[in-house]
Nanobody, 121 residues
Framework: QVQLVQSGGGLAQTGGSLTLSCAAS????????MAWYRQAPQLARELVAQ???????YYADSVRGRFTISRDSAKNTMYLEMRDLKPEDTAVYYC???????????????WGQGTQVTVSS
């Protein structure tokens, strides 16, 4: 299990930029898949971007080319850099991490506390 503490977010204008951070309570080397999700009012939580410990990074079509996900193992922190923001990016953003099982599979999944991102038109 890992504690995830988010920071960043807030209010931005259309076309602006924001960066979200997700600090983990243990080394990122002990975590497998990490991701950012978001949930807008009255909508289901959706996957925004995903960065596995090895393998290809995934972006939702709606953010590809505008958002960048990254992991900094030296700081035990994952980031989501958001550029060219649009009103439809308004949502609560959550970071997510998987702890792998000793013999494969996923031992646990954990979420950050959520961060509001509001983009004004």
């Amino acid at each position: 299990q890992v504690q995830l503490v988010q920071s960043g977010g807030g209010l931005a204008q259309t076309g602006g930029s924001l960066t979200l951070s997700c600090a983990a309570s243990k080394s990122l080397f002990s975590l497998d898949n990490m991701a950012w999700y978001r949930q807008a009012p009255q909508l289901a939580r959706e996957l925004v971007a995903q960065v596995p410990s090895g393998g290809n990074i995934y972006y939702a079509d709606s953010v590809r080319g505008r958002f960048t996900i990254s992991r900094d193992s030296a700081k035990n922190t994952m980031y989501l850099e958001m550029r060219d923001l649009k009103p439809e990016d308004t949502a609560v953003y959550y970071c997510y991490a998987e702890t792998p099982g000793r013999w494969g599979g996923v031992e646990s999944t954990d979420w950050g506390q959520g961060t509001q991102v509001t983009v004004s038109s």
